[in-house]
C-alpha cells in the first residue's frame, strides 16, 4: 500500500523556474554535467515551517572545476534524521558538499534553505545538518518526485547490519529516480575505510545520501543512506547501524527506542560484492543552475 503526502508550498517565485542548462549524460554512472550553464545565481529564500522527511532533495552550492562557472547546485537526496549529544541533525551525503569547513554550507530543498552543514566524521560517508529555526522533521520516507509513501511512511526502526542479508528485497527514495526497489547483492569494501552494500536497486547520481529501507513483518525499518553508484548503475549503501555508531548517535522513530547502537558486522554469508561502485565526485554530481528547480524534466 502507498501513500501520499502534501508538500510545502514553494516560497518566492525563482524556486519554481525551469532548469536552464542541457545536460550530457553518463547512463553507468548516473552522472550529469552541464554542457552549458547561464551562470546566473537566482535568490533561494529562507525555508519557514519546512516539514523534512528523509527522501526531500538536498540541495548543495557546487565548488566549481576548472572553466565551470561558480553559479551551481547540486541536487542530491536527504537521508535520515538522528540524535546525538549536541542535539538532532539530518544526515547527507560528503560528496553533496563543498569539501571546504571554512563557513556553513547552506542546504535546500522545495521550499528555500531549510539547514545548514554541521559536521564531518571522515570514517563515514555521511554528514551532517542541522535545520535552521522554525523548521521541523519528521521520520517517514517520502518519494521526492511523486511524493508517495510505503505505508503510511512512518520508520518504526532500523535494521541492525548483520540482518541485511544477500537477495533480501530492499527500497530507496532519491530525487533523481525516485522510488525503486531491488535486491541486496554483496558487500563493498574497496579502498573505503567503510562498507557498504551494493543492490540492484536502479539509481542516479541525484539519489545519493537518500534513504534505504525495507517493509516486512516489523514494519517500516531503516536500513542505511546511498553513499556510491554501481558499475550497473545501481545503490550501494551505508547500513544505518554504522553510521549511528561513528556519530555516536541514535535514530529517532516511530517506534521503541533502540538506543546506540556498537560497531555491527555484515550478515552471514554475504560475499563481496562481484563488480565496482564510484565515489567520484566529478562523475556522480546532477548540477544545475544556482536556484533552479530540481525535479528531472523540469
Known sequence: MTTSRRRPALLGASAALALAAAFLVSPALGGVVPETATAVVKPVPAAVGYDYSPGEPSIWEVAPFANEPDALDKVCTGGYAIAGDSGFFLTASKLCTRGFELSP????????VYGTWFWKNFSDPSVLVRMTAGNDAHQMVVDPITEAMPGDGRIMGWMPTAQQRYGM???????GTGWTEGRILGAYYASYPYVL???????SAADIGGPVWRSDEAGLRALGTVAAISDTGSACYRPIQETLF????????FGADQGRPSWGTVAPGLFPYRGSASENTFQLRTVIDRGDDWRPGS
Open 197 to 203: 552494500l551494493c543492490t540492484d536497486v536502479p539509481a
Open 105 to 112: 554550507e547552506e542546504v535546500r530543498g522545495d521550499a528555500g
Open 246 to 253: 561513528e556519530y555516536g548517535a541514535s535514530l529517532p522513530t
Open 169 to 175: 528485497l530492499v527500497g530507496k527514495m532519491g530525487a
